[in-house]
């Protein structure tokens, strides 16, 4: 296994993002969020990246945050690299968790589908990188908890809001006051899982997924993605009328024209993504 601590790789349209430190089960670095950060960017700009996978290295997604050995450095800033005794500076930490939290916000804003392929434990940041995506793809295997009571922590910044979208507050407060541990039927119960599926199928389900998505209509996928986003504050009105301009865009592109011709003479559409 390489030691860099994010893998990706593209194929056939689906980027796939590793997070590689299974011997920590992949506890995050800021090396490795800003991989993620990398990564996401080029996805949300490059055409030819049609589909995202976010998944983990070895047993388990993510344990959260690294806070031992040399990465927890990074936690304590300081006003100057020549005065070490100097004082933490508070604003400055609170600079680089928004910073490492737009990782979340380039996921959700993205318009391309990002599913998350989840085994093992997904804890604390890991959880809120699941959260951030689309879809959430869960072997047997998962356990999801928070972790943050037990670290002395909040969450990370934009996390309450993903969390409490997703199962509602009664279990977001439960997730981070409790620190609770939630399996894969849960999971399901409480919409943090999409899907369940058995360990050792999970990867084939996710790239066969992946793969299907990454040949749909990319321009539809974008508009619904901005839809539902919209959907989470907009009043009807406004929102009616944001649909319409989106599925007049889709409609119009060559993939919405394709879709149309292709049922008329009843054949598979070919989407090529604009």
């Known amino acids: 296994m390489s030691d860099t601590p994010l893998l990706h790789t593209l ?23 800003d991989g993620l950060r990398e990564q996401l960017e080029r996805a949300n700009l490059d055409a030819a990246i049609r589909a995202v996978v976010i998944t983990g290295a070895g047993r388990g997604f993510c344990a959260g945050h690294d806070l031992s050995g040399v990465d927890a ?108 541990k939630i399996d894969a039927q849960r999971a399901l119960t409480i919409n943090l899982a ?23 209509p990319t321009m539809a996928y974008a508009g619904i993605k901005r839809n539902l986003i919209t959907a989470e504050t907009a009043n009807y009105s406004d929102l009616i009328a944001n649909e319409a301009i989106t599925n007049v865009a889709a409609s119009m592109s060559h993939d919405g024209k394709e879709a149309a011709a292709a049922f008329m003479e009843r054949r598979a559409p070919v989407f090529l993504g604009r």
């Open 194 to 216: 999409t899907q369940v599926i058995d360990d050792t199928e999970l990867d084939a389900h996710v790239a066969a997924l992946a793969a299907e998505m990454a040949a749909g």
């Open 73 to 180: 450095a990074a936690w304590e800033l300081r006003a100057s690299d020549d005065a070490p005794d100097a004082p933490i500076r508070l604003d400055m930490l609170a600079a680089k968790l928004i910073r490492d939290a737009e990782i979340f916000a380039l996921i959700r804003g993205m318009g391309k589908p990002v599913i998350a392929s989840l085994r093992g434990p997904v804890v604390g940041s890991g959880l809120i990188l699941a959260a951030a995506c689309d879809l959430r793809i869960v072997s047997t295997t998962v356990m999801f908890r928070g972790g943050f009571v037990s670290a002395g922590r909040c969450g990370d910044p934009g996390g309450s809001y993903l969390i409490t979208k997703i199962v509602g507050p009664a279990a977001a407060r439960a997730l981070y006051l409790l620190d609770e």
């Open 11 to 33: 194929d056939k349209g689906v980027l796939t993002l590793t997070l590689n430190r299974p011997d920590r089960l992949n506890a995050m670095t800021s090396q490795m969020i």
